[in-house]
């Protein structure tokens, strides 16, 4: 399938912003390309994952269920022992992959350097699957790239500024060795909504004028936290809750909204030049966590028309999970109730008449988390270019730009949020088990927040 990608310019930020409303090429990126590496002689293509939560292994399963050729899970990678052994136990349960599974103890590996254990078990061709907190990614995506290995890894893929420009020089490196590399973006992997890209790019609903997103439900997971109440230090407690700490993931507004906010641009084919937008914290209980309680984000494309995104993470209230596009000619549903079934759809009128349908994707659409791994695999095993990276961090800036937005309550750009100096967590790649943790919390046991109009300066936000 195609994935359309709007794109701005690698060298220039200026070129950033020019590009931001132009309708790109999508999925594989242009570039010089060297020889291609076969995945061991047997043609078994290895996996090894680094970060054995839920989403590492979920998508652990998902690569080994692919169908085009032999595949094999061979290491593993986290800091904490017990999650890469309930991970590597659930992995096993499972009949469908068991046999794909093969990490004996001592292709299992525990610290902050285990990932590059984990990676030097594979031989150049094969897959490092990274679902680390993504504050990590640039770390290990680099490891990767020296190893000659290609690359899955969750998103977001940065959580700043500075993280965004190393991910992008990182993509061109990527291109340059011909390796291939899927991000998490699954949205993009959807047929129904591939199928409504196409309508809406062919004209069926006119000029897309507005554009709406929704995820509002209750707080979720590590996201919301109280203080700590185990044996961990503060950085591995920090890890543990990633969600709930900006330097480690960008906070649940970069790890929520991502999906909903890519796959609005990905209707529109272009990324928005500009952010402005609002938040704060209501019912906080023994929360201590960075994160506020609602988001409201208007994001602006260079033609002038809007995405406007309502995020809240508060139990009681009306949730609604789903993506809208308003047309001159009509209305289309992005999304309906989540990432997947999509339940694409499009109307006559701008209202949710089901009498005023005029198409509707197939009920039966094929699972995108599964689909993004059949396209990575076949594109590695018929060599053709295949590269996300690129647009991986362009979708991760334009979802920072809005949260920074709302966490100092100006209006920020593109431009702006590119060139901006503040990294939440610089010497990530130090990190050992006796470092101290990026962020400390005060006196009352609770940690920095964001303070929009009191600071207002682009460079921080809590």
């Not at 053709?384 to 800036?397: T, V």
Request: proline content about 5%; glycine content about 10%.
């Amino acid at each position: 399938m195609s994935q359309n990608t709007p794109g701005f310019g690698n060298t220039s930020r200026r070129e950033f912003v020019k590009n931001a409303g132009r309708l790109a090429a999508a999925g594989a990126l242009m570039g010089v390309r060297l020889p291609y590496v076969h995945a061991g002689e047997d043609n078994t293509i290895q996996v090894a994952l680094i970060g054995c939560g839920g989403r590492g292994t979920g998508a652990a399963q998902n690569a080994l269920s692919v169908n085009n050729g032999p595949i094999k899970l061979v290491a593993m990678a986290d800091v904490f022992p017990k999650r890469l052994e309930d991970s590597l136990s659930n992995l096993k349960k499972d009949e469908k992959i068991a046999a794909k599974v093969d990490v004996p103890r001592d292709r299992q590996f525990v610290g902050f350097h285990a990932y590059q254990r984990a990676m030097d078990c594979l031989k150049p061709g094969d897959v490092a699957l990274f679902a680390t907190p993504p504050a990590f990614r640039w770390v290990h995506f680099g490891y990767a790239i020296q190893k000659n290995l290609n690359v899955f890894m969750e998103k977001p893929t940065t959580v700043d500024g500075p993280s965004t420009r190393k991910m992008l020089k990182l993509a061109e490196e990527s291109v340059a060795k011909n390796l291939k590399v899927g991000v998490g973006l699954m949205c993009r992997h959807c047929q129904a909504r591939e199928e409504l890209h196409q309508r809406i790019q062919a004209g069926e609903m006119g000029d897309i004028i507005l554009m709406r997103a929704y995820r509002m439900h209750g707080p979720l997971g590590s996201a919301f936290v109280g203080p700590q109440g185990d044996d961990l230090s503060e950085l591995l407690y920090q890890i543990k809750n990633f969600h709930a700490f900006l330097w480690a993931s960008g906070g649940c507004y970069s790890d929520f909204y991502i999906h909903n906010i890519d796959e609005c641009c990905w209707m529109k084919d272009g990324w928005p030049v500009k952010a402005s937008g609002n938040g704060g914290r209501h019912y906080r209980g023994n929360y201590v966590d960075q994160n506020f309680d609602h988001y409201t984000t208007e994001f602006t494309f260079a033609d002038g028309s809007k995405l406007l995104l309502e995020g809240r993470n508060i139990a009681g209230c009306q949730d609604e999970f789903a993506s809208y596009a308003h047309g001159s000619k009509g209305l289309a549903v992005i999304s309906a109730s989540g990432h997947t079934p999509a339940k694409c759809r499009i109307y006559k009128g701008q209202n949710l008449d089901d009498s005023q349908i005029a198409w509707r994707f197939s009920p039966n659409e094929p699972n995108p988390y599964d689909l993004e791994w059949e396209h990575l695999i076949d594109a590695i095993r018929s060599d053709r270019p295949y590269n996300e990276a690129k647009r991986g961090a362009e979708a991760s800036l334009v979802t920072a730009m809005g949260r920074m937005a709302c966490h100092t309550g100006q209006e920020i750009t593109l431009e702006q949020m590119l060139a901006c100096e503040h990294e939440f967590a610089p010497t990530v790649d130090q990190l050992t088990m006796d470092s101290a943790a990026p962020v400390v919390h005060r006196a009352d046991g609770k940690y920095p927040i964001p303070m929009p109009g009191l600071v207002k300066k682009r460079e921080y936000e809590g």
